[in-house]
């Protein structure tokens, strides 16, 4: 599975829109880019999953560069509740077994 | 969705016990994971766990450490066996069910802290 790279850190004041980067500049052609977060103390959530197109749900949008090297899961409203340490995870196909997380991006949304 | 129970939710071991982990799901799933998430790190597979076969390990992790069972589809232990101060983690079971296998989605139990002194 491609390799993520992610800012350890960000700050977002809250009802502000939280955009956090993700560069996945080995991702291949049958590659997904998954977005997952961990809040403190808890397991953790699916948030959206992406192949090509920009995808949004009821909890965030992924924008996904046309050459697919990196996307940006967009919390469009953010609250005290999305402080999270967020995971960008490339992974082959639906299918496959593992999901490699990374150091993540710590979002802290503040006051 | 799938709702994941898992028990212990924390406990305090000592050096050299051992300690089996609950993984209770309320849906049968085909495949059920175990990770390991050490003080301030990210996410480490375990193994996976599926009903009817031996739990397939990745690198790093042998059966006789952490034996795992899968008796049925709704219901996995893991052991963290002969503990030591470094086995000290939050562990967390993980499922994925046919229904999300479109998706890929995983479901995650909120874990089990494992503090070994």
């Known amino acids: 599975d491609a390799k993520t790279t992610q800012p350890p850190s960000m700050d977002c004041a809250e009802g502000r829109a939280a955009n956090l980067p993700c560069n996945h500049s080995?991702?291949?052609?049958?590659?997904?880019v998954y977005w997952y977060r961990q809040i403190h103390s808890q397991g953790p959530q699916y948030i959206i999953h992406?192949?090509?197109n920009n995808e949004t749900n009821e909890m965030a949008s992924l924008i996904i560069t046309e050459d697919r090297k990196s996307s940006t899961l967009i919390l469009p409203h953010a609250t005290l509740r999305d402080t999270a340490v967020y995971y960008c995870i490339v992974r082959v196909d639906n299918y496959g077994q593992n999901f490699v997380f990374g150091p993540g991006t710590r979002l802290s949304v503040l006051p | 969705s799938a709702v994941i129970s898992q028990k212990p939710s924390r406990d305090i071991c000592q050096r050299g016990t051992s300690l089996t982990i609950q993984c209770q799901v309320d849906?049968?799933?085909?495949?059920m994971f175990w990770y390991r998430q050490q003080p301030g790190q990210s996410l480490t597979l375990i193994a996976t766990a599926n009903q009817g076969s031996e739990a397939t390990y990745e690198s790093g992790f042998v059966i006789d450490k952490f034996p795992i069972s899968r008796p049925n589809l709704t219901f996995s232990t893991l052991t963290v066996s002969n503990m030591s101060p470094e086995d000290s983690s939050i562990y967390l079971c993980?499922?994925?069910?046919?229904?999300?296998?479109?998706?890929?989605?995983?479901?995650f139990g909120e874990g089990s802290r494992l503090t070994v002194l």
């Open positions: 993980s499922v994925r069910g046919d229904r999300e296998r479109r998706t890929g989605e995983l479901f």
């Open positions: 849906s049968q799933v085909t495949m």
């Open positions: 080995t991702i291949s052609g049958n590659e997904y």
């Open positions: 992406g192949l090509k």
